[in-house]
């Protein structure tokens, strides 16, 4: 026989008999109903198949076909601005044909395979091409999405033409020492297996997220790696769609994995009437979204996070900054416990697989700034930010913790901010960044050379803010020198007139590198100047906190005219002196 028989079926997990030629990780269709489903384990005759649509219906008996291949993604032109599920099957044609309700045994590609395509050649017949090299490109709005050469390929160019044509049209042919390759724009790539590069780099320069506490106090590299932990209702979701609606990102790849409908819909509403600062084109048009909402089948979201990785691999490869938004790596780990429950393997700590530290591993370190196979292409990289959704914000749990080993930017979410209305409401001393080194050069090295004094400044100061408030607690604020309510006065100025944003104003929901970096060198400066004035005879501490200075700085965030905000150390440092000339009558 050319197919197996189900002997077993267990929710998503379905086991059948006797599949000819099996092979892990390949993707098989169940039943009669063609649900898509994937090899996850062999023992002996008997193959353990997780189905990533919904099982009901379904009886022992039914064949079992295998594709003799593995779960892959079709990647080309038209990836752009689509929305698909977790294993790659455009949802709005999926809509078209079955409605407002997911119907099983239906298969779309992630490309439409009608439209065509202006392709422009980059080089010429009789060129001797290698894996990776641009043949051409086409505009997918306004990326230049290049067709490059197969990673199995090298030869001589033997046909190359411009013109329009569809993803599975030929554009080019190469001819190698056996046979000849005709080459299309489209291709297609098994999800789990990471894509080749020349060589990967240490990530050097930041990705600008315009989140104050991000960039200035936390900051991730492009190609770095970070996590957003937090409980229900911190921000999350909040802080991942600011970055990428504001990163200076290229692309960006936001994965739904498991989290509520009514975000994918927040996102889907959002995007598309949002205007990218870089291009003024709408931000729907450098994203792809994949939905794998919490009332989807879940062996579907432990595909969706290799999906999304794999697509941010292949803009990679183009030489393109990548960010990718995982939301939430909790419903994907939750999703692996189903499925190991169901295996009937040892379960490690909380029921999750002893391999969860793996699984997360192999994501994260797909991430990275690369040099491509392409001759001619840049550097690319793929930043990847995951949000982690621990029960009860019970940091310890393991997902949080087998996250922490992997990544280096660490951004806690604290519940007690967030009901306070601070936003982003991650906590500056539980959070912490790896990458701050790296980054402290960067802006050395691009004339902001005060920066890294101003920060290390600031952070000194909220630590000791919370020493003084636990002394506050015990005993009053009456104890405190002036000195030490002047710390607590500055450490304030920090959090709410620089780390607090608020995403509904337009001035401040965004925040350049060089307004963040003047707003803390202003708020630095008058923390200099108020603890030389204060040691001064008959200069009290009510003077400095009743200065026009001081509202200034609060309306810091607010000014879009950045040569106002640069004058006014200036204006702090007169008013100063006017204060130590008043005290001489």
Same mark, same amino acid.
């Given at each position: 026989m050319d197919y197996g028989i189900i002997s077993k079926v267990s929710g998503p997990l379905v086991v059948a008999d006797n599949i000819p030629k099996a092979r892990l990780f390949d993707t098989v269709y169940v039943s009669d109903k063609k649900l898509l489903g994937e090899i996850i384990e062999i023992r002996g005759p008997k193959a353990s198949i997780q189905v990533y649509e919904e099982t009901s219906g379904i009886k022992v008996g039914e064949k079992v076909v295998s594709t003799n291949h593995p779960l892959s993604v079709l990647l080309g032109p038209?990836?752009?601005?689509?929305?698909?599920?977790?294993?790659?099957?455009?949802?709005?044609?999926? *809509?078209?044909?079955?409605?407002?309700?997911?119907?099983?045994g239906l298969h779309f590609e992630s490309l439409d395979l009608e439209k065509k395509w202006e392709f422009t050649p980059l080089v010429k017949v009789g060129d001797f091409v290698n894996p990776g090299d641009p043949l051409g490109y086409v505009y997918e709005y306004h990326l230049k999405h290049f067709i490059m050469v197969p990673h199995t390929v090298s030869g001589t160019l033997t046909h190359i033409e411009a013109g329009l044509f569809t993803v599975q049209e030929t554009v080019a042919t190469i001819a190698t020492d056996t046979q000849k390759h005709d080459v299309v724009m489209a291709t297609r790539w098994p999800i789990r297996k990471e894509r080749p590069f020349k060589a990967k780099h240490l990530p050097s320069e930041p990705l600008i997220t315009g989140q104050r506490v991000i960039d200035t106090f936390f900051p991730i590299a492009k190609g770095g790696t970070a996590c957003v932990p937090g409980p229900f209702g911190s921000g999350k979701t909040v802080v991942q769609h600011q970055i990428a609606k504001w990163s200076d990102a290229d692309v960006?790849?936001?994965?739904?994995?498991?989290?509520?409908?009514?975000?994918?819909?927040?996102?889907?509403?959002?995007?598309?009437?949002?205007?990218?600062?870089?291009?003024?084109?709408?931000?729907?048009?450098?994203?792809?979204?994949?939905?794998?909402?919490?009332?989807?089948?879940?062996? *579907?979201?432990? *595909?969706?996070?290799?999906?999304?990785?794999?697509?941010?691999?292949?803009?990679?490869?183009?030489?393109?900054?990548?960010?990718?938004?995982?939301?939430?790596?909790?419903?994907?780990?939750?999703?692996?416990?189903?499925?190991?429950g169901r295996l009937e393997e040892m379960p490690g700590d909380e029921g999750y697989p002893a391999y969860l530290s793996s699984r997360l591993a192999q994501v994260y370190e797909r991430a990275g700034v690369v040099t491509p196979l392409g001759n001619g292409l840049e550097d690319g990289s793929v930043t990847m930010i995951g949000a982690v959704s621990p029960a009860g914000g019970d940091l310890s749990e393991p997902v949080t913790q087998a996250t922490l080993r992997i990544v280096k930017v660490f951004?806690?979410?604290?519940?007690?901010?967030?009901?306070?209305?601070?936003?982003? *409401?991650?906590?500056?001393?539980?959070?912490?960044?790896?990458?701050?080194?790296?980054?402290?050069?960067?802006?050395?090295?691009?004339?902001?050379?005060?920066?890294?004094?101003?920060?290390?400044?600031?952070?000194?100061?909220?630590?000791e803010e919370h020493r003084l408030q636990e002394i506050v607690q015990l005993v009053g604020r009456d104890t405190l020198s002036d000195h030490d309510v002047l710390k607590l006065e500055v450490a304030r100025m920090i959090r709410e007139d620089?780390?607090?944003?608020?995403?509904?104003q337009d001035e401040d929901t965004f925040t350049s590198y060089h307004k963040q970096t003047v707003m803390l060198a202003t708020i630095m400066e008058f923390y200099s100047h108020a603890k030389r004035y204060l040691s001064h005879d008959h200069i009290y501490l009510a003077d400095i906190v009743n200065m026009e200075a001081m509202y200034q700085i609060s309306r810091m965030k607010y000014e879009p005219r950045l040569e106002k905000l640069e004058a006014l150390v200036a204006i702090i440092q007169t008013e100063f002196e006017s204060l130590k000339e008043g005290d001489q009558y």
């Open positions: 038209g990836i752009l601005s689509q929305i698909i599920d977790g294993v790659g099957r455009n949802l709005k044609d999926y *809509a078209d044909k079955s409605g407002d309700y997911l119907t099983t960006v790849i936001y994965v739904g994995c498991g989290e509520r409908g009514n975000e994918i819909t927040d996102v889907l509403n959002e995007f598309p009437e949002i205007e990218d600062p870089r291009t003024q084109r709408p931000l729907m048009e450098k994203t792809v979204l994949i939905a794998n909402t919490s009332n989807m089948p879940v062996a *579907a979201r432990e *595909a969706s996070i290799y999906t999304g990785i794999t697509i941010a691999e292949y803009f990679r490869d183009m030489g393109y900054d990548v960010s990718m938004m995982a939301d939430s790596t909790s419903r994907w780990a939750e999703a692996l416990r189903e499925m190991s951004w806690a979410l604290d519940a007690q901010l967030a009901y306070t209305r601070h936003f982003p *409401a991650i906590h500056w001393l539980e959070s912490y960044s790896l990458y701050q080194g790296s980054m402290d050069r960067y802006m050395k090295k691009n004339g902001y050379r005060n920066f890294s004094r101003y920060h290390q400044q600031a952070v000194v100061l909220l630590k620089f780390l607090q944003q608020n995403a509904f």
